[in-house]
């Protein structure tokens, strides 16, 4: 606890920089955001793992043991239009989750105030027998639409939900030719 919190406040107590160290950034199209601690890409030969179907996300990241994991996909301005209003893609999104799954249970929605603006929702969805905390996020990055997922076990929400708030914070504008 009191390394998390030096890491949030400086040591006199004031909030400390926001300064990352480059190994702990991701560079996607268009944006860069920090990576959540402990966090590696999973490789596509072991993504069967955690998504078992073929229509999977593009870039997965999982902590160690798997128990916790972002997914990032990124969708063209052909795909999902530039005009469309974030604020009513929310409410898309939400509406086709709810239809797939009538067990899913919504919580809250907001968005980020950071350099990029992030629209974001959480919910509870089920995986055999298991209940999963997800919260879905999604934000413009130049003309792409980059959408992702914070998935957990349902148990571990309340930890994971402010650390991953923050990481969404984070997100900043780049562009495509600095992606890596």
């Given at each position: 606890?009191?390394?998390?919190?030096?890491?949030?406040?400086?040591?006199?107590?004031?909030?400390?920089?926001?300064?990352?160290?480059?190994?702990?950034?991701?560079?996607?199209?268009?944006?860069?955001?920090?990576?959540m601690e402990g966090f590696q890409e999973i490789e596509e030969d072991a993504a069967g793992s955690v998504f078992l179907s073929g229509y999977r996300p593009k870039k997965l990241f999982s902590s160690p043991g798997r128990h916790a994991g972002f997914s990032?996909?990124?969708?063209?301005?052909?795909?999902?239009?530039?005009?469309?209003?974030?604020?009513?893609?929310?409410?898309?999104?939400?509406?086709?989750?709810?239809?797939?799954?009538?067990?899913?249970?919504?919580?809250?929605?907001?968005?980020?105030?950071?350099?990029?603006?992030?629209?974001?929702?959480?919910?509870?969805?089920?995986?055999?027998?298991?209940r999963v905390y997800n919260l879905m996020f999604f934000f413009r990055a130049g003309e792409k639409l980059i959408l992702g997922t914070f998935y957990c076990i349902f148990q571990d929400f309340d930890r994971w939900k402010p650390e991953v708030l923050r990481v969404l914070r984070t997100v900043r504008k780049e562009s495509e030719d600095e992606e890596r």
């Open positions: 606890m009191l390394q998390v919190m030096l890491r949030m406040y400086g040591r006199d107590g004031n909030e400390a920089e926001n300064i990352v160290e480059e190994n702990q950034m991701f560079h996607g199209p268009g944006f860069s955001m920090e990576r990032l996909q990124t969708f063209n301005k052909e795909e999902i239009p530039e005009s469309e209003d974030m604020e009513d893609l929310r409410e898309k999104l939400r509406h086709i989750l709810m239809r797939s799954d009538r067990k899913t249970v919504f919580y809250e929605g907001g968005q980020t105030s950071g350099n990029i603006p992030v629209f974001w929702f959480d919910y509870k969805s089920f995986a055999a027998d298991e």
